[in-house]
């Protein structure tokens, strides 16, 4: 690590696609959640796809090449991080796997993975950061994403960080950990199979009575607020940074259904 004793650490955020195409807003609320705990930092221009999708369909040269990129424009901070465990599950786990056959990229593959963290397991593992100030009135439940828990061991991190806020209240929903039927390109390839998993998704989120829902990636949190609005449930969707940070205004992401029609 290049970290000085005078500052910080050097953190590079990991602008994701859906983030940047759908839901800024949850970067501006890592940025903020990072600087506030005394971070340093930046958001390379020259980033991409982590390459997750082409990894998943089998397109590994197309994958490589994104991940060169990702390597390239990332290496030198001293930490990168991003508000999606599904994407750093790929940096990782998966860059490593891909040049395991390169002696020039596998060293530079594994030491960005070393030093690749999912933006709340970041705050509460690393930087041992609570949010500061921040307040949200309402009920909250919580959905766990199959990456983040199963990837990266995400789990009681965002629970311990959504404590620290004034007003909320957390009630867990039944099966919380139970795939809400994203999967990238499995909702594609499989879309009667995702319609009931988000379906089951759906009904365990009504039935706690919370007014919000939160969770680590956007993906997941996009499908699970398209079927809220599709039944007309009055139910606020938002990415947990965005709650943190204190920026999570009006219905949330776009797929939540209006407060009132």
């Known amino acids: 690590m290049t970290e000085s004793p005078t500052r910080g650490p050097r953190v590079g955020l990991f602008a994701t696609c859906l983030m940047n195409v759908f839901r800024p807003n949850v970067g501006f609320s890592a940025v903020k959640l990072l600087e506030d705990a005394g971070c340093t930092v930046e958001v ?31 290496e030198n901070y001293d930490y990168i991080v991003g508000p999606s465990g599904s994407c750093m599950a790929t940096i990782r786990h998966d860059y490593p796997v891909l040049f395991q056959d390169d002696p020039v990229w596998l060293p530079r593959a594994q030491a960005l993975s070393e030093k690749s963290w999912e933006l709340l397991s970041f705050l509460a593992d690393v930087l041992h950061a609570a949010p500061s100030d921040s307040r949200y009135e309402g009920t909250v439940t919580y959905h766990d994403s199959c990456s983040g828990l199963r990837g990266l061991g995400i789990k009681g991190q965002p629970r311990a960080l959504l404590g620290e806020v004034d007003g909320l209240k957390l009630k867990e929903m039944e099966d919380s950990e139970v795939c809400c039927g994203f999967g990238g390109t499995f909702c594609v390839k499989y879309p009667e199979i995702s319609e009931k998993m988000v379906e089951d998704k ?21 499908n699970i607020a398209g079927r809220l609005k599709r039944v007309n449930a009055p139910v606020k969707v938002f990415h947990t940074a965005e709650v943190l940070a204190g920026l999570a205004d009006g219905p949330g992401l776009a797929g939540a259904a209006k407060e009132s029609e």
């Open 44 to 74: 390379p221009a020259n980033q991409t796809c982590c390459g997750q999708p082409g990894y998943n369909s089998g397109d590994y040269d197309a994958a490589r090449a994104l991940a060169r990129q990702v390597i390239e424009a990332f």
């Open 202 to 222: 759906v009904r365990n989120v009504l039935a706690t009575g919370a007014d919000t829902l939160v969770g680590g990636d956007l993906g997941c949190l996009m």
